[in-house]
């Protein structure tokens, strides 16, 4: 376009271009002044959504009058071109100014004049109810006497304009982003003010307080993690300041400066207390009181007092008295509180407990119908009688099957199938088994299958009592395979004493089909699926798909589809998997609402592909409340706890998926590493190298493992592992040797997850 004249236009030269349009330098040939034109980028002309967020910024922007804000002359379409012309800043970027290739470092004077004019900007952007949302140092302009122009209002929302953005997603730049604008969340002049803190760390060190390998790393950070002290990088900054920026990168906005005046008012207050921009101010100490014995305290005046811990007391004014209330030593030798005449109490109120135990344990062994009640299974893998190796699918699945009915009971604890799978192949003595794995009672089958003739053979047996409860020989065709498999989760429920609620009858219905065939390709499906390799995924999904075929309304095949694409597409970028993800997963809750497997799919989508993350702990939850006894969905559900900040319930739930599934080694290896994300590297590496000890080959305990090494300054070990990863991975000779080399010449810093494209083995 350089060249061409466009209305009374002429473009000299292009300035720079971004995902909100393509901008130029030109020249007014009507007033004879110069002037920058703002192109919508060529894709976006033909959106309507894109053309109106286009108006929208010309809008918000026109509505300030501020030397901080660069001015908006007019809104244009010519032809097919929609174009914004403003006013023309001559300067740099505030981004070239804090990393520019001079190396000279922002100083603090400067950089703390540069904010207070961004912060005058947006004080007046404010006062006219609109947010920018992307404030970061590449829309601030600096010309060359130090004069601030805000600039991009593209993103920009207007108090009572017309919502342009999906809820699901997130606007903004991620790296300045509030935690609730992440979140998808309302946001409102205090998100500015975080981003705002954000520019103002940055300024002053010449980093972000925020980081991250990866985009999930970098929101976990944000959300989570408090960023170091500006002066640890800058030793002119005063404490003053970074207690200023870190009441801005409050991660509740409530917490935050609630005016940007306020921000503003301070940094500028500083300026005029001190005889040198950053030197520190001194503030008033104040004695505080002692609650701990150790001595006086003090405490600088304008910050918050310390609060006595929840098992201490602040005064002796409770030391008994009147009051009925007297010291008492707890078992760890900390002051507790004990009743007066409570131990006077004490022998009826454990007569009384013993008696509710007693009556307990008698319900818990007996149901009303007087059949004992057995309160934990085993299902141990069911044996081919045929012998033949295509017929494994069949005793696998139809075994995988009824563990998978009977855990849906929240009055049964059921053995994984991880756990029990340790007895395929072999001629195991249940009772002895049953011992091993702690439960009451052990189910068996043997399953033959000779052309359309099905015979399956089951067993429960007491462990306790070395006793069989119930035994039923089936001679059906292989169209009555879902009837079989029924009766025999009927039968177990019944001579366990355990009854369904009418909740958990309809969860163990979820997503079945009538349809015979469906279910066998179904089960091949699944059967292929828990290799949980390249090859055997690509065969799960051909079965699931015909699956779907021989049954349009089978809503388990579409939650296996989903699972599919979920394991089996992660060398290919989210945009292309994700979608599909979220198609099958919606297909199977269209036709069957309590399915949790597809509920536990839509919450990835959710999370990680939408950022609508409560929309993603709904869909947790409710696949909780469906299966609660489904490993996998404690697992995200954990991950997402721990990702959003609320460590002590995700780890909660972590021992929840351990406890259902003891042997996994995914849950356990993201166990591990959630201690890296609550900085607790030592528990981290601890529980990483068991998983190592316990299987070499899972590339993905040697890729984490890193991360707490490197942490600890380990630097040679953490490289060590990462090689056994790529090994383990499969990775050729020659990309390990040069990886060596790297290493050999830059040291770990010089080779990051980008580089060695192993990011994917982290999910």
Known sequence: MIGQTISHYRILEKLGEGGMGVVYKAQDLKLNRMVALKFMPGQAQLNEEDRQRFLQEAQSAALLNHPNVCTIHDIRDEGDDRFIVMEFVDGQTLRSKVYGSSGQKLDVASALGIAAQIGDALAEAHRHGIVHRDIKADNIMVNARGHVKVMDFGLAKLKGSMKLTRDSSTVGTLAYMAPEQLRAEEVDAR????????????????????????????????????????????????????????????????????????????????????????????????????????????????????????????????????????????????????????????????????????????????????????????????????????????????????????????????????????????????????????????????????????????????????????????????????????????????????????????????????????????????????????????????????????????????????????????????????????????????????????????????????????????????????NPNYPTVHHWLAEYLLFMGRSEEGFKEYARARELDPLSLAIETDYAIAYYFTRQFDRSIEFLRKTIATEPNFVRSHFYIVYPLLEKGMKDEAFAELVKGLEARGDSAAVIREVEDAYRRSGFPGIGPTVLGFARDLR
């Open 191 to 626: 998100s500015d003010i975080f981003s705002y803190g954000v520019l103002l760390f940055e300024m002053l060190t010449g980093r972000m307080p925020f980081r991250g390998e990866h985009e999930a790393a970098m929101m976990y950070t944000i959300m989570n993690e408090a960023p170091e002290q500006v002066s640890k990088y800058n030793p002119d900054v005063a404490p003053d300041i970074d207690r200023m920026i870190e009441r801005a990168l409050e991660k509740d906005p409530a917490d935050r400066y609630q005016h940007i005046d306020d921000l503003v008012s301070e940094l500028r207050r500083l300026q005029k207390k001190s005889g040198r921009v950053g030197r520190p101010v001194s503030g008033t100490e104040v004695p505080i009181p002692d609650l701990s014995g150790k001595g006086s305290g003090h405490v600088r005046a304008g910050e918050p007092t310390p609060r006595p811990s929840s098992s201490g007391y602040a005064t002796g004014a409770d030391t008994g008295g009147s009051s009925g209330v007297r010291h008492a030593q707890g078992p760890s030798g900390q002051e507790g509180v004990t009743p007066v005449g409570a131990r006077k109490r004490w022998p009826v109120i454990a007569g009384i407990g013993l008696a509710l135990v007693a009556a307990a344990v008698a319900y818990l062994l007996w149901s009303p119908g007087g059949v004992r009640k057995i309160v934990s299974l085993a299902v141990l893998p069911f044996v081919n009688g045929t012998g033949e190796a295509e017929k494994e699918y069949l005793t696998e699945g139809l075994a995988d099957n009824v563990i998978n009915k009977l855990s849906k009971l929240s009055g049964l604890r059921v053995v994984p199938r991880s756990i029990t799978r340790r007895y395929a192949g072999k001629d195991a003595d249940p009772v002895s088994a049953g011992k091993d794995l702690g439960v009451g009672a052990v189910l068996t089958g043997k399953v033959i299958q000779t052309g359309d003739g099905l015979v399956v053979q089951a067993e429960l047996i007491d462990v306790a009592e070395v006793s069989q409860i119930w035994g039923e020989r089936y001679e059906r065709k292989m169209s009555d395979i879902i009837e079989v498999q029924d009766d025999i989760v009927r039968s177990v429920t019944e001579r366990l004493g355990t009854s369904a609620t009418e909740a958990e009858r309809r969860t163990m219905a979820a997503g079945r089909t009538a349809n015979a065939e469906a279910y066998q390709l179904y089960l091949k499906g699944r059967y292929y699926w828990n290799k949980r390799n390249a090859e055997d995924g690509r065969k799960a999904m051909a079965f699931f798909w015909q699956a779907v075929a021989a049954d349009p309304n089978y809503a388990l095949a579409y939650a296996g589809i989903a699972d599919g694409y979920l394991t089996g597409a992660m060398d290919t970028p989210p945009a292309d998997y994700m979608p599909k993800i979220r198609q099958a997963a919606t297909k199977a809750l269209e036709l069957d609402e309590n399915l949790a497997e597809a509920h536990a799919s839509m919450a990835v989508v959710k999370m990680y592909y939408e950022f609508d993350f409560p929309g993603a702990e709904r869909e947790l939850r409710r696949a909780v409340e469906l």
